[in-house]
């Protein structure tokens, strides 16, 4: 694997994206499970984060469940690209920010607290770029897992599971938003953020488990910044399907092996015509393209129009805003 040559730090990225502890010390049984001492496997996540090719230990939300989001396009000038893009990451909502090959360059996702803050972050950034927003809120996720293996070979699929936004209680976007920036990098990192959050750190544990069975947790563990990691050649790929052939487009294109996200979005009438979406990640882009030929070869996709957008530049990517920060000037 690319960038990654030691052999723990494989281990510590391939085994731990998914399914972290939930107890006192959870980094003390990672050493375990890799033979090292708790201080190393702590050093080496705060190495792994400070050189960029981690963001986290931490918690990502299932869409829709404590928050909004939406994803969003400009189409900006080739001269204001720059400019355009920081007036973009200057909106705290803004978690992610790509530039793509296509017309829609500045693809970027707005998160907040409701569909209300989400609203308002779009309509600052056409205000003040002077451009129009593409608006493409998410209808139905197939595959929002997103994960990476250090290893040979793409990783299964993960089973979609349900969401209960039953199991919610007060207290909990506080929590979630923590998770969602990331655990203290410490030996007891749910008993630092119980003090952060002025609570008891058992009840903490007890509510992060809870709301990881209830699916609104949607992954626990090591989150990667892929592009450092050699997944350079990276595309959204958009198809045109008709309404009637989502319910089995969908599935079949989120089970392809190298298929990293897929998910069904609102089209924009005479603008914008694609409703289901995917993400290819891949270390070359003729590995992309070999991942495209066998979803477009699937049955319910043949000769389905599509576009692929190959991303060519990072801006901004962080974690979802669900408690309201103040908006940007």
């Not at 069975?213 to 045109?240: D, P, Y």
């Amino acid at each position: 694997m690319h960038h990654v040559t030691d052999p723990i730090d494989r281990q510590l990225l391939d085994n731990w994206q998914r399914g972290f502890p939930i107890t006192g010390q959870p980094f003390g049984e990672l050493a375990r499970a890799l033979t090292l001492s708790e201080g190393e496997v702590i050093a080496r996540l705060r190495q792994m984060r400070a050189s960029g090719r981690i963001t986290r230990v931490g918690g990502t939300i299932a869409p829709g469940t404590i928050s909004a989001s939406t994803l969003a396009a400009i189409a900006a000038p080739e001269d204001r690209i720059d400019e355009v893009a920081a007036r973009i990451d200057a909106e705290p909502g803004v978690n992610h920010n790509y530039l793509r090959e296509d017309h829609w360059n500045l693809w970027f996702v707005a998160t907040g607290p409701d569909r209300t803050h989400v609203q308002g972050t779009l309509g600052r950034i056409s205000r003040d770029t002077g451009l129009q927003v593409l608006n493409l809120p998410l209808l139905r996720p197939f595959n929002v897992d997103l994960g990476f293996r250090m290893g040979v070979g793409h990783g299964a699929v993960p089973e979609r599971r349900p969401t209960d936004l039953s199991a919610l209680q007060k207290g909990d976007r506080d929590l979630l938003q923590k998770l969602s920036s990331g655990l203290p990098l410490t030996p007891r990192p749910y008993h630092d953020l119980a003090l952060q959050l002025g609570r008891d750190a058992d009840a903490v544990m007890g509510r992060i488990s809870i709301l990881l069975n209830a699916g609104i947790i949607s992954r626990l563990g090591v989150i990667v910044r892929h592009r450092a990691l050699g997944w350079t050649s990276n595309a959204m790929v958009v198809w045109q399907v008709p309404k009637a052939q989502v319910d089995q487009a969908g599935p079949a294109l989120a089970s392809v092996p190298g298929v990293t996200l897929c998910y069904e979005r609102r089209p924009v009438e005479g603008v914008w015509p694609y409703s289901l979406y995917s993400m290819i990640h891949a270390r070359s882009r003729s590995e992309a393209r070999e991942v495209l030929a066998r979803a477009a070869d699937l049955p319910v996709l043949r000769g389905v129009a599509h576009k692929v957008l190959f991303s060519t530049r990072c801006f901004k990517q962080t974690g979802a805003l669900i408690k309201p920060k103040e908006a940007a000037a």
